[in-house]
């Protein structure tokens, strides 16, 4: 697998989080997906040694890629990380000129109600 390629399970085995279905946060159609994309493919990350030293598990996610897999224009992508990045699901990392961001999936605290 190269190691900008995003993990690909089939739809049947995206796992979706019970917070993510209860309503306590709100998401456009396009940041739930990129966020389920994300999510179900922090295992895969973590096979691929993408461990910083502090231990966390990022993900490296070109827009151009991940708009292909879902089926939206790289501007709904950006604006979707945009809202991840606003209710506190993802933090990105610039890496430098050229290179794809570090992008860290992140989840709530357990009474936290996201809007």
């Not at 399970?9 to 306590?24: K, M």
């Not at 991940?66 to 939206?72: E, I």
């Not at 890496?95 to 999936?105: A, E, F, I, L």
């Amino acid at each position: 697998m190269k190691k900008t390629q995003i993990y690909r399970p089939s739809p049947a085995d995206y796992n979706v989080p019970s917070w993510l279905l209860l309503g306590r946060v709100r998401l456009s159609l396009c940041a739930f997906k990129v966020y389920l994309v994300m999510h179900n493919g922090l295992e895969d990350n973590m096979e691929r040694k993408f461990v910083d030293a502090d231990g966390s598990v990022y993900g490296i996610y070109p827009i151009k890629e991940l708009a292909g897999l879902l089926g939206y224009k790289d501007t709904q992508v950006l604006s979707a990380f945009k809202q991840l990045q606003d209710c506190g699901l993802i933090r990105r990392v610039r890496q430098g000129q050229g290179k794809p961001s570090k992008t860290y999936c992140l989840t709530p605290a357990k009474d936290e109600v996201i809007t």
